[in-house]
């Protein structure tokens, strides 16, 4: 079983940073990502990375987002620069174990995580 709590969230100007943390307990995941969602919107991926490291941006955020993993502290990161008002939303951390989710855990930024956290909301103003 997987645990996440997401933190890191907060309100910001447009074209300020945040950066958003993903704390993970019990098995480590085989891939993690971070998701979206605004109100009335559907969810949409963000960004993914697999456990040997490969990562993957949506076009969206490409050159503005960075998604990262800290094996050592169980943490996944979002770095988010040149923010803008589009980013709002809620921001969900997801993990799963699976090979099967390895595999194609950078293609598509597909939703189908086992387990995901509470989220924390971005909040950009402006």
């Known amino acids: 079983d997987v645990q996440l709590v997401e933190s890191g969230g907060g309100s910001v100007q447009a074209g300020g940073s945040l950066r958003l943390y993903c704390t993970a307990s019990g098995y480590s995941s085989l891939c993690m990502g971070w998701f979206r969602q605004a109100p009335g919107k559907e969810r949409e991926g963000v960004a993914a990375?697999?456990?040997?490291?490969?990562?993957n941006h949506a076009d969206s955020v490409k050159g503005r987002f960075t998604i990262s993993l800290d094996k050592a502290k169980n943490t996944l990161y979002l770095q988010m620069y040149s923010l803008k008002a589009v980013d709002s939303a809620k921001y969900y951390c997801?993990?799963?174990?699976?090979?099967?989710?390895?595999?194609?855990?950078?293609?598509?930024?597909?939703?189908?995580?086992?387990?995901w956290g509470q989220g924390t909301q971005v909040t950009v103003l402006g």
């Open positions: 990375i697999r456990s040997d490291g490969m990562t």
């Open positions: 997801a993990a799963d174990l699976r090979w099967s989710k390895w595999i194609r855990c950078t293609a598509g930024l597909a939703d189908d995580f086992g387990y």
